[in-house]
Each structure stands twice: as structure tokens, then as C-alpha cells.
């Protein structure tokens, strides 16, 4: 498989759609977060986009008759994002590499995200220390900011 830079390929540019998202990334629907990537500046920061169905399998159970994405996906969501941001930047992808999320602070939810949003995941990153990257990320909709939260994610050999 080619291993440059996918920003470098000639057949690979913005947005990137969910079947590169697919290579850079293990997770599979129902898991799978991102769906397109309209921004990116390797190692510093990549917007991404969800667009939140109603036919999203958590809705049914949370809640009956008021649907709303849980919180906790919108903060995977964009530690997906942050996923992206690092193995856009590296150049690699997702071959024999996993990366959990280890570390979850100051997050704040101020919206509720519903059926019909579009979710914007706005994340940077703040430093990498050995295997672990550490990122910012705000989820925004029609531009207002829903949630943020710092993220720590760590690779594991896979």
C-alpha cells in the first residue's frame, strides 16, 4: 500500500469522504463518528463533519419521543477527529495501529445535539508526548459551540 501522505496523493483531496475516513480509521458503523474532512493543517488542527440522522441507532433509546445524540458520542467524536488529525499528519493509516482514548477533561455540553444537525468538530492539537497526543476539540452547530473538551488519546500496538 502507498504510504505517502494522503494530502500528497493525486487522487485523494478535500473533503475527504467516509471511504478514506475508512482507511485511516478502525471504527465501523454503528461506531463511526466522521463523515468528511473539510479542513486540515498537518499537526495543528482538521475540521470534521457529522451529519446526525434520525436513523442513528442510539436515538430510540435516548429518549423515546425526544431524541438527543448523548454527549459522550459527540466527545468520541471528536477524539475520532483527533484520530484523523494525527494519521492525516503522519501519513499513515490505520494498518496495525489503535488508539485509545485515555483522558477526557474540562468538557462542557451547551447544547443538546439532535436529528438534523450538522456537526461541525473543530479539534487541535496541543502536544504529542511519546505514543499520546493531546487535543482540543469544540463540536459546533450552525456555528455555535455545543460541547468542548480536551482529549488524551494513546496508541497501542495493534
Known amino acids: 500500500m502507498d504510504k505517502r501522505p494522503l494530502m500528497d496523493m493525486p487522487n485523494v483531496q478535500l473533503p475527504i469522504d467516509v471511504i478514506a475516513i ?6 465501523r458503523y454503528p461506531f463511526l463518528l466522521v463523515d468528511r474532512v473539510v479542513e486540515f493543517e498537518a499537526y495543528k488542527r ?24 448523548p454527549g ?11 484520530g484523523l488529525l494525527t494519521q492525516l499528519s503522519q ?15 474540562n468538557a462542557k455540553f451547551t447544547r443538546m445535539v439532535v436529528p438534523g444537525d450538522r456537526l461541525e468538530l473543530v479539534v487541535e492539537l496541543k502536544r504529542n508526548i511519546r505514543n499520546m497526543a493531546l ?24
Not at 475508512?22 to 471504527?27: A, D, M, N, S, V
Not at 501519513?91 to 477533561?105: E, Q, R
Open 135 to 158: 487535543y482540543h476539540g469544540s463540536a459546533r452547530v450552525d456555528g455555535e459551540q455545543v460541547a468542548c473538551a480536551e482529549v488524551l488519546c494513546a496508541e497501542v500496538a495493534g
Open 46 to 69: 482538521i475540521v470534521g463533519i457529522k451529519n446526525v440522522s434520525v436513523n442513528e441507532p442510539f436515538f430510540p433509546g435516548h429518549f423515546p419521543g425526544h431524541p438527543v445524540m
Open 91 to 105: 501519513g499513515t493509516d490505520a494498518d496495525g495501529k489503535l488508539f485509545y482514548l485515555v483522558k477526557i477533561d
Open 72 to 82: 459522550v458520542l459527540v466527545i468520541e467524536a471528536l477524539a475520532q477527529a483527533g
Open 22 to 27: 475508512q482507511r485511516l480509521l478502525p471504527h
